[in-house]
């Protein structure tokens, strides 16, 4: 690969302007958000919102209407919430203080009522998971079941339906997992999934699409709703199939429980038994016997009452010694599942040499533990090998306490989970999330497959040829842990062109203090001797742009050296915009990957630069910025070379700004009348692409600059016009325009003496699309032109 980022000076003065840089930007703050609501650093999104709560309760301003203090007591409390309940914003505020957030945030809270109500619905129930976008994701891909709530806290037949989702989810722990989605938090996620009521009730299961709840929403309705997506089964046992059913399951180390049904005694429900078929599919059979058809069966095995019985791979089912063998009184399915959990085999232990060898060529999911450790590795997690199967990842588990010399050469010092991805011992990673089964599923299947690897002293980027991007992170931080399957996801897109790995700074803090790692995630990429920090929010799309504009820049840092020279002495005909910003700054940091966007967009019409005022507060200071983000735009032909036009819309996104932008250029498409329709574009060999337009449509004036940029884009190969409908009405009613803009392709088609009136639609108003699609069916029509005049000659 080429070098994608200009190589000067030596990486020592690089780290040294990066530590400058970061100690002139920490900040601190009178009051400690995670102070004001009483939690850690490390509490998850559900702690804090549990702590909010309380305090909502305690200090609203509704009750304690006789403290005149009481409202702004609760605004601090209310923005301290708001702040830590998002990602993006937790990160800038974790590492600028309150100066890198938008001032505006946590003004606005609702009624006491509310919060006691309607906030947090479900963050009590341990049976019930509520997911966030992230989690989501990860949840429903994890390969259990899963019926989730989606739910909007002010609607009343979602409080309705809130007990009986808490039975529900009682009876069904252990089977399949219950979630709950809070679409008022989780518009994007909701508005993704179609979901246009509350509640609506989803099942998700690996292979089928999601079905939807619609019956009466009874306990015993989503019980029956939910055993029809249990795949496994129960298997009748009797004197035909008894002994082959037993051996075959025995053979693949597979043992069976097994319910007798005799005339005295309880005997499990038929539902029972099923639920226990899927809380132990692939784990162990399930069947059961009728003792009363099958007497001499079960007089052979000693059965003379309706019992439970669970016989471990190659027991001996008609021998006297029963060792291994458990029976069970109970009826209840989950204390049947715990116990026949309890008694299945632990995951393979593996030692220092069965490690090595195992990790060179297969995938592992692998437990460090340090002696037993019942409180870390519980007995559901004997689950995973099954779910892990299908993805071709085995899964074990290593003693510490026994073999420590190889636990520290990895720098595991504590009970954790590591995915090898199959290219030796020092090819993996860590998991950092939650402890439980689908957690582990879905951060074993991403990891595997993706090429994020944990680094360390051994392992730490120096000067290698190729770019390293490093998260910096602390395991207790969840925008942390919030970032890190994102980091996997674009690892994929870009293997080969750009190395992923983190470190762990409460492990390594050496190597963090060396480059002044002072919040996390604080995410860098070197590149030899250049070191660039990644400012933008928690998703791979986003950090695979900042890799983009690093391979190929579309932002010029213009500093107090080459702003003069290119700006101030631009060509008349170059058009500049310039983002005047701080590293600090709050709405600086939303609008840079939207302004990467944007220049990208503009590339060869429009020069995109930036200028740090917190690095060149002289330069700023010289051009009078007196707040930021403060975006100007220097434009072409102009005696003045200190004239600018400053943007003052309300939408900084790189659509809205590259419209703007894109107005100040000189107009490239022409303006039709009747007889320069009929004589340049019905009857002319060019091909022509149309905006038929109202001066009074605001959707036509948002559209073009877009036009413009369109026009720009085809010069040379496709002519571009605009009809005034409101002038011309006429034309725009032979063309059958109903709706404006329209926009409009007359291709020039050899086997025609004049173009139909009509066109044909382009159905999209964004430049690329349009681009792509003209271009795609000029280049078809020209191809049949060609071959119409070869079949003349």
């Known amino acids: 690969m080429d070098p994608f980022i200009a190589r000067t000076g030596n990486l020592r003065s690089a780290v040294l302007c990066f530590i400058i840089f970061s100690w002139a930007v920490l900040v601190c703050t009178d009051e400690d958000y995670y102070g004001l609501l009483g939690v850690s650093r490390a509490s998850s999104s559900r702690e804090i919102r549990q702590a909010f709560k309380k305090l909502a309760l305690k200090l609203h301003p509704d009750k304690n209407q006789n403290d005149p203090s009481a409202h702004d007591k609760f605004l601090k409390i209310n923005r301290a919430?708001?702040?830590?309940?998002?990602?993006?914003?937790?990160?800038?505020?974790?590492?600028?203080?309150?100066?890198?957030?938008?001032?505006?945030?946590?003004?606005?809270?609702?009624?006491?009522?509310?919060?006691?109500?309607?906030?947090?619905?479900?963050?009590?129930?341990?049976?019930?998971?509520?997911?966030?976008?992230?989690?989501?994701?990860?949840?429903?891909?994890?390969?259990?079941?899963?019926?989730?709530?989606?739910?909007?806290?002010?609607?009343?037949?979602?409080?309705?339906?809130?007990?009986?989702?808490?039975?529900?989810?009682?009876?069904?722990?252990?089977?399949?997992r219950i979630g709950a989605v809070n679409c008022r938090d989780e518009r994007m996620l909701c508005r993704s999934r179609g979901i246009n009521s509350y509640p609506s009730l989803y099942i998700f299961k690996a292979g089928m699409n999601p079905a939807k709840y619609f019956g009466d929403r009874s306990r015993e309705n989503l019980v029956n709703f939910a055993m029809k997506y249990v795949s496994s089964g129960v298997t009748e046992l009797w004197a035909g199939?008894?002994?082959?059913?037993?051996?075959?399951?025995?053979?693949?180390?597979?043992?069976?429980?097994?319910?007798f049904c005799a005339d005295s005694g309880d005997c499990l429900s038929s539902q029972t038994r099923l639920k226990l078929a899927g809380m132990l599919d692939g784990l162990v059979s399930v069947g059961w016997m009728d003792c009363s058809t099958q007497a001499d069966l079960c007089d052979n095995l000693e059965i003379t009452t309706s019992t439970t019985v669970y016989f471990p791979p190659g027991a001996n089912l008609t021998n006297k010694d029963k060792s291994g063998?458990?029976?069970?009184?109970?009826?209840?399915?989950?204390?049947?599942?715990?116990?026949?959990?309890?008694?299945?085999?632990?995951?393979?232990?593996?030692?220092?040499?069965?490690?090595?060898?195992?990790?060179?060529?297969?995938?592992?999911?692998?437990f460090f533990t340090f002696g037993h450790d019942r409180d870390f590795f519980l007995p559901e997690f004997k689950k995973l090998s099954v779910l892990l199967r299908g993805d071709d990842v085995q899964v074990g588990r290593f003693d510490c306490q026994s073999h420590p010399s190889t636990c520290s050469s990895l720098y595991i010092h504590k009970p954790c989970v590591a995915a090898f991805k199959g290219k030796g011992i020092s090819d993996f990673e860590i998991h950092h999330g939650k402890t439980n089964v689908y957690e582990f599923v879905t951060f074993a299947k991403d990891s595997v497959n993706s090429?994020?690897?944990?680094?360390?002293?051994?392992?730490?980027?120096?000067?290698?040829?190729?770019?390293?991007?490093?998260d910096f992170f602390a395991p207790w931080c969840p925008p942390?842990?919030?970032?890190?399957?994102?980091?996997?996801?674009?690892?994929?897109?870009?293997?080969?062109?750009?190395?992923?790995?983190?470190?762990?700074?409460?492990?390594?803090?050496?190597?963090?203090?060396?480059?002044?790692?002072?919040?996390?995630p604080t995410t860098v990429v070197f590149n030899q001797s250049d070191i660039h920090e990644y400012e933008g929010h928690h998703n791979a799309e986003q950090i695979l742009e900042f890799i983009e504009d690093l391979r190929n820049p579309s932002v010029v840092a213009l500093t107090p050296a080459n702003f003069k020279e290119l700006v101030k002495e631009r060509s008349r005909d170059e058009i500049w915009m310039v983002d005047y910003y701080a590293p600090w700054c709050g709405p600086c940091q939303a609008l840079m990957p939207e302004w990467k966007r944007m220049a990208r967009h503009l590339n060869g019409l429009i020069n995109v630069g930036s200028v740090d005022c917190q690095r060149y507060s002289s330069l700023?200071?010289?051009?009078?910025?007196?707040?930021?983000?403060?975006?100007?735009?220097?434009?072409?032909?102009?005696?003045?070379?200190?004239?600018?036009?400053?943007?003052?819309?309300?939408?900084?996104?790189?659509?809205?700004?590259?419209?703007?932008?894109?107005?100040?250029?000189?107009?490239?498409?022409t303006e039709l009348t009747p007889e320069s329709f009929n004589e340049k574009v019905l009857k002319s060999k060019d091909h022509w692409i149309l905006d038929f337009y109202a001066p009074w449509c605001g959707p036509c004036r948002s559209f073009a600059p877009e036009f413009e940029y369109v026009a720009r884009l085809l010069k040379g190969k496709v002519k571009a016009g605009k009809v005034d409908c409101q002038a011309f009405g006429h034309i725009c009613q032979s063309a059958g325009i109903r709706a404006y803009p329209t926009v409009k392709l007359y291709p020039y088609k050899a086997s025609e003496k004049k173009k139909n009136v009509e066109g044909e639609h382009v159905d999209s108003r964004e430049a690329k699309e349009i681009l792509q699609m003209v271009t795609g069916r000029v280049g078809f029509i020209e191809e049949q032109n060609k071959k119409s005049q070869k079949d003349e000659l």
Request: proline share 5%; aromatic share 16%.
């Open 81 to 176: 919430y708001e702040v830590l309940k998002d990602e993006d914003l937790r990160k800038k505020y974790d590492k600028y203080g309150e100066k890198g957030l938008d001032e505006s945030q946590g003004g606005h809270y609702e009624s006491w009522s509310f919060y006691r109500y309607d906030f947090g619905i479900y963050d009590d129930d341990p049976e019930i998971f509520t997911l966030d976008k992230t989690e989501f994701e990860g949840a429903v891909s994890s390969g259990e079941v899963w019926f989730v709530n989606f739910y909007s806290p002010g609607c009343s037949h979602c409080h309705d339906l809130a007990p009986t989702w808490r039975e529900f989810a009682k009876e069904m722990d252990g089977l399949i």
């Open 241 to 259: 199939n008894f002994k082959s059913s037993i051996e075959n399951s025995f053979a693949s180390g597979v043992g069976w429980l097994i319910t």
């Open 325 to 366: 063998v458990l029976y069970f009184n109970s009826l209840d399915a989950r204390e049947i599942y715990r116990e026949v959990m309890d008694h299945l085999p632990d995951l393979e232990m593996l030692s220092p040499e069965s490690l090595k060898d195992r990790l060179t060529y297969n995938r592992w999911l692998i």
């Open 451 to 470: 090429h994020v690897i944990t680094l360390g002293p051994k392992n730490f980027p120096g000067n290698e040829r190729e770019p390293w991007l490093v």
């Open 480 to 520: 942390c842990r919030a970032l890190l399957p994102e980091l996997r996801k674009a690892s994929k897109r870009v293997f080969g062109h750009v190395r992923f790995g983190t470190l762990d700074c409460t492990i390594h803090e050496g190597l963090c203090n060396m480059h002044n790692i002072r919040a996390y």
């Open 620 to 669: 700023c200071g010289k051009e009078y910025v007196q707040a930021y983000p403060e975006i100007r735009l220097y434009p072409a032909n102009r005696d003045n070379p200190n004239f600018y036009h400053t943007y003052n819309g309300w939408q900084r996104d790189s659509y809205s700004l590259k419209s703007w932008a894109l107005s100040f250029m000189p107009k490239m498409a």
